[in-house]
């Protein structure tokens, strides 16, 4: 079952390779105190995944930004080195291997043993404020996940096409 809004998000700690292409170990309290988005992805070294990969870095300023897949650290570091579109980017990709967080999040496709295009928008205290998950073959707009998260952090009725700075819903 997917992991649902109002829920907190599961406990883990992965490795991967941070903006500096260090590797760096990272776990939920790395989450706290500011907005998270936390996509998954299904390999690296794919032809959608290093589109997406880039539109969500662009959400850098807003809230932390985990990029997931099920390939290791290692994987993720020669993709970077290797693929300009993500050579720079400025978020960690961490590597799920065994796909274990992906699958206590529900979004493990079990056919391909990857996981799905899931999207997670956690709060400050790490409760989960939104779930959309794609299937393998379908890219995310990451500008609309920047929309929703700053949907969720205005804190009022929002409608189906707000967008900051516009009053909330009556």
């Not at 539109?55 to 390939?71: K, M, P, Q, R, W």
Request: aromatic share 10%; charged share 20%.
């Amino acid at each position: 079952m997917i992991s649902a809004v109002g829920t907190m998000f599961p406990d883990f700690e992965l490795t991967g390779v941070n903006k500096d292409n260090e590797f760096e170990r990272v776990n939920n309290t790395n989450l706290i105190g500011k907005w998270s988005v936390i996509y998954f992805y299904p390999k690296d070294f794919t032809f959608i995944c290093p589109t997406e990969i880039a539109a969500f870095d662009e959400l850098t300023a807003h809230a932390n930004v985990l990029g997931i897949s099920g390939d290791n650290e290692f994987c993720k570091l020669a993709w970077k080195k290797d693929n300009d579109l993500i050579g720079s980017i400025q978020h960690t990709l961490l590597a799920d291997c065994g796909l274990r967080l992906a699958r206590d999040c529900g979004v493990k496709e079990h056919s391909e043993q990857v996981a799905y295009r899931a999207t997670f928008i956690l709060d400050e205290v790490g409760v989960i404020q939104h779930v959309s998950v794609n299937a393998l073959d379908t890219g995310r707009n990451a500008k609309e996940v920047l929309r929703t998260l700053k949907a969720l952090q205005a804190g009022g009725l929002t409608g189906c096409s707000w967008n900051p700075g516009e009053d909330f819903v009556a």
